[in-house]
């Protein structure tokens, strides 16, 4: 599928042709000759079209470069509106143009800027789509939206998760989202899953995968490589009986058409929680939070799980300010080709309830406004708070705009059962002064306890 702008780029200037060169009164022809004005216009994922207008007939010239790309076409004949077509351009790429007319090729002072086309590929990888959670009606949500930051536009129930289910674990893994486990519910009545169904967006289908060894709900997971592990959560209704205790459930989609799991136990502990805040950075899972099987209380404390050595870290990482569970978590990435790819790497926690439950889902909640986030790399292993945000939430999700550097937090409860639809952002240019800002733009659909996803990361 292409996609073609609707906004044609044009750019438009003018010489003047002074008064002592005018052909009739003096000069020469090749001297006088000038581009009146140039626009560019068609723009697709891999072509454009250069209108240009000279001051008489001449011969057209066009140069377009980009990246990796330069190239010089002629229109043969003498013309004074020239219009050549650019072909083999690659998709959201930026481009400049410079039309000539006559032989002595005298172009534009500047170059034409134009920017091709995005592919549905491209708009899929750098958007953000929100999987699951909990609905106004206090159901599963089947239906999956994706946000694109760079056009500001949302696009809904694009596909529906063949089996609802809350409190699973979702992740974006080589480019597909995968729903593993959780709760489904039927009659008002919750069942605990070993699902695995997985969406692929640029082929827009749905495969299920062979079910997870063991059921597992409110548990934490991490792509690393070309494995997905699920740690924590409990594998039952009750928390204070099913819980995950240090055992390491490890996936390997494409092994077979079914995949492959198994699991394992850690040479560790790991938190024995449910509801823990977490992200994957540099082959390690990192949570936070979460509450405590036994009583369901909320904590602070931090750890993180290597798969290649199968162990938690040795040093002790830092608590998060404020003891909660159902926190959004992020972890901040840039790569080499990202707009800002010196940024250090951070991990982001926002929202939560401190209140204590031993319920799962949650039947009592105290959110909490707190926004908190700690760097990466180097020595530092503290948290730092930065913005409160504008209300208190619970288990909302949260996600990055790698393009612009701006954190994106969707959703969250108010109260127990009361989703929101509100989207806010903040930038990272400075993430511990800037403020949160509600954006006009809301979620097609209010959802707490859901996932935000991005599958370029």
């Known amino acids: ?9 044009i750019l438009i200037t003018a010489f003047f042709i002074s008064c002592s060169q005018n052909p009739i009164t003096g000069g020469t022809f090749k001297d006088e000759i000038k ?20 001051s008489f007939e001449a011969v057209g010239f066009l140069h377009t470069s980009g990246s990796n790309f330069s190239r010089l076409d002629t229109t043969i004949l003498k013309s004074e509106i020239h219009a050549l077509p650019v072909s083999g351009l690659i998709n959201n790429q930026n481009y400049q143009a410079i039309p000539s007319c006559g032989a002595s090729e005298q172009g534009l002072s500047f170059p034409i800027g134009f920017k091709t086309a995005s592919s549905l590929k491209t708009i899929y990888e750098r958007s953000i789509w929100i999987v699951g959670g909990t609905g106004v009606d206090n159901n599963p949500i089947g239906p999956i939206d994706y946000y694109d930051p760079i056009t500001n536009t949302w696009s809904q129930a694009v596909t529906s998760i063949p089996t609802p289910r809350v409190n699973a674990q979702i992740v974006s893994h080589n480019g597909k989202i995968f729903i593993i486990g959780g709760m489904t519910k039927s009659g008002g009545t919750y ?5 695995v169904e997985t969406y692929d967006p640029i082929a827009g289908t749905w495969q299920q995968y062979d079910d ?7 548990g934490i997971v991490g792509s690393i490589g070309e494995e997905i592990f699920v740690i924590g959560g409990t594998t039952s209704l009750d928390m204070t009986t099913g819980t995950v205790l240090n055992t390491v459930y490890q996936f390997r989609p494409d092994v077979t058409n079914g995949g492959n799991w198994s699991n394992y136990t850690s040479s560790t502990s790991i938190f024995g929680r449910i509801d823990m805040s977490a992200c994957t950075y540099s082959g390690s899972i990192i949570y936070s ?4 099987y036994q009583d369901g209380l909320a904590y602070a404390t931090t750890d993180a799980y290597t798969p ?12 998060i300010s404020l003891a909660r569970h159902g926190a959004a978590a992020s972890c901040y990435r840039p790569k080499q080709t990202d707009r800002y790819n010196t940024d250090p790497p951070i991990y982001f926690i926002a929202g939560g309830s401190t209140g204590t439950n031993i319920s799962q889902p949650v039947t009592s909640i105290t959110p909490s406004n707190r926004f908190e986030f700690m760097g990466l790399t180097g020595s530092s292993n503290l948290f730092t708070t930065g913005s409160n945000l504008p209300e208190n939430l619970y288990a909302p999700a949260m996600e990055i705009d790698y393009e612009n550097r701006i954190l994106y937090l969707f959703g969250g409860a108010t109260s127990i059962n009361l989703p929101t639809n509100k989207v806010r952002t903040l930038n990272l240019d400075n993430p511990g002064s800037n403020s949160w800002v ?13 996932q935000a996803i991005i599958l370029n990361r």
């Open 212 to 218: 997870i060894p063991n059921t597992v709900q409110g």
């Open 438 to 450: 509600e954006l006009p733009s809301l979620m097609p659909r209010a959802r707490f306890g859901h």
């Open 308 to 319: 290649s050595l199968n162990s938690t870290t040795g040093k002790i990482e830092a608590s």
């Open 289 to 292: 939070g979460g509450r405590f």
């Open 1 to 9: 599928m292409k996609i073609t702008l609707s906004i044609i780029t």
């Open 191 to 195: 069942s605990v899953s070993r699902i």
């Open 35 to 54: 581009v009146e004005w140039a626009g560019v216009g068609g723009i697709t994922e891999t072509s454009a079209i250069v209108t240009w207008k000279c």
